[in-house]
């Protein structure tokens, strides 16, 4: 039947309001057929009349009858030529010719009312599926016809989505059930596999073990159980491995959530998810929910991008809300949510009755890592010398899946180590044999030839078809993993927090800085001595300056002196220049500085070293901006939260001639000088006034370039003529860079700098 579309059709979005129509008659329809089969006893190919289907529609739903008869009619059509293929396609094949016939005929009555097109082919259909289904199984119809050749469209639309869905809602076979998930607790973890939690133990038995045998003891006291949990800490640091063995170690229920998994596209499903997720939890209880990168889909409601973010804070607040134990059957449910950003969070769920313990995971300190390292090691084959101190020692900065990684690796050195001695033992044996020495002695040449790379075999460049063969039992005995390896390795591994930008200790040591061993004291005895030795200083009652100010001409070695200072008292590294902290957007400043801070205190001991603090915390008085006065104020409370604030200042002054003599000497270390150089002359030259450390390090390097440059003859572009002699810096390479080099501080500011000194210390 063609009928003149409707408005309903043409409008935006009309799809979902035809389909909406459709299932609302069919709905009617069903209906009305069912009571006209039990009329006519429970005869199921009693077809009804398509006007009186629609006059049945109308009657039984206001909101139909005030819609058009030729809106209706295409709908209830649909509806009649779905049930007439359910009922051809449910006959059975024993069915003789003649009640086929007598059932058509009597189907063929009633069409006889009503003379439309519609009816005929519905007729038509219907008597071409019975007719089939005599013969061969009845398949189960798939689509709808529609105008044209029913019998083509039947084959056609047979595999449509749609029609599947609801052919599969009319047959009556149970619905599929959900797979059960296994929430018993971890395997193969337990706390005793991590090292260098030994300062969270008893948080951990305060907030979990204590609950969990003890419910009834805090049901009778009339107090509340800890709900929540919340790990933080640097990436790798162990958050989801504790809580794997916090379940394990206890034996209860545990439900791991991955944050970014209860987002949904539709409205609603992840509110849903969460409940749900917590109503499996009370049914297992006591249990343990677990939702790792928490701060993915919990920010702050203030910050949120998306109405969806908000509705599911709101939701986990309810959540935890919920689980107290007159609502949890008496035995107790424990949220645990892990992140690197704990400042992202939504602050009501942070608060009390909810996270009521926040437990950070900060970077390990030495003794830390030692502990570490013996933990991953246990089931390694070391070599019996092995030195756990000393490797703890060489991975500041380091977390613990960044010594995993270091063990993974220097288990590939020492493989490749052993198969390297393996070959090099094979060609001297086979070198022998044909008596070929003098191939052997050019093969173990370091440049002799594209399958040797330091002057070992390259197994990737031999033509050998497997460059790795198994190893005897003989051979695996001897394989072990050295200290060596671990050492070899350790340049291969950065450290996670050094790319997320933590601290780590830097490489610079004493005896790569020249002079400035007065101010060395100084900061020994306010930084370096107190780390190492914190309980002499308590022993007296002194606390350890809290801040030490280091002001002083350009180039002088401030920043390398800090980071020596570092270095030596094994203390984390956090360097801010302070324009960088400075943002235009209101309050991202003051979050930078807090930022800092929070880094620092998670990578306990710390030296945090602000480059160019006058430009981060100038004068309040003399801010152009509020935002500065934010910023200073903003430094102030967190320089609080320490002991005092910067109660040592000391000048760094430009070097003497005797200090300058001890730089020269050390940026000269590795320089081969001519025998004619006297470096007493060069420091205590005249040109050489005013120069700082940065200077004399580029009058170094402009002396090495003028050596470089001297060696090369102008017919040097061709590689057979360049000099193959030693190359040496002679004392005209150094009259050269002192024409090329510069004081950064001219005398009057020099003068400058002795005056602010003075000042400072009240003379």
Known sequence: MSSRPSRHHTSHGGGSVTKQLDRKVENLVRDYYSKLSSNNGNNSKQIPNTNEAIDYVQAHDMGLKRLKRNQIEKSVTKAMELITIEVGGTAGENEGAEEFDSDFEAFNEAVDKDNNSANKRIVEMWSKNQASSRNTPAPEAQSQPVDGDVSQQLSKDAQTPARRKRERSSRTEPPVKKQKIDRAPPNGVSLKDIGGIEHILNDIHDLIDMPLNCATCYDHLGIQIPRGILLHGPPGCGKTMLANAIAAHHGVPFIPVSAPSIVSGMSGESEKKLREIFEEAVRLAPSIIFIDEIDAVMPKRDSAQREMEKRIVAQMLTCMDDLSLSKTGGNPVFVIGATNRPDSLDPALRRAGRFDREICLGVPDEVGREKILRVLSEKLKLSGDFDFKKLAKLTPGFVGADLSSLITAAGTFAIKRIYDDLKVRHQIVTAEQDEGVSILNGAMEIDGGPGLANGKPNPILEDAPNPFPPLSPEELE??????????????????????????????????????????????????????????????????????????????????????????????????????????????????????????????????????????????????????????????????????????????????????????????????????????????????????????????????????????????AAEPQRIPSGPITVCPDNFEKAFGMVRPSVSEAERIRYMQINKKLLGH
């Not at 800085?513 to 005895?525: N, T």
Request: charged share 25%.
């Open 478 to 715: 001897k394989l072990s993993i050295t200290i060596d390896d671990f050492l070899t390795a350790l340049p291969k591994v950065q450290p996670s927090s050094k790319r997320e930008g933590f601290a780590t200790v830097p490489d610079v040591t004493w005896q790569q800085i020249g002079a400035l061993e007065a101010i060395r004291k100084q900061m020994q005895l306010a930084i370096v001595k107190p780390i190492a030795h914190p309980e002499i200083f308590e022993a007296v009652g002194i606390t350890s300056p809290a801040g030490v100010l280091l002001y002083g001409p350009p180039g002088c070695g401030k920043t390398l002196l800090a980071k020596a200072v570092a270095n030596e008292s094994n203390a984390n590294f956090i360097s801010v220049k302070g324009p960088e902290l400075l943002n235009k957007w209101v309050g991202e400043s003051e979050r930078a500085v807090r930022q800092v801070f929070m880094r620092a205190r998670a990578s306990q001991p710390c030296v945090i070293f602000f480059d160019e603090l006058d430009a981060l915390a100038g004068k309040r008085e003399d801010a152009t901006t509020e935002a500065t006065s934010r910023v200073v104020n903003t430094l102030l409370t967190e320089l609080d939260g320490l002991s005092d604030r910067k109660d040592k200042a000391l000048f760094v002054a430009l070097p003497t001639a005797e200090e300058r003599l001890d730089i020269l000497k050390k940026l000269t270390m590795k320089m081969p000088l001519h025998e004619s150089i006297d470096l007493w002359k060069i420091a205590d030259d005249s040109r050489c006034r005013n120069f700082s450390g940065a200077d004399l390090s580029s009058l170094v390097r402009e002396a090495a370039n003028s050596a470089v440059e001297a060696f090369f003859p102008e017919t």
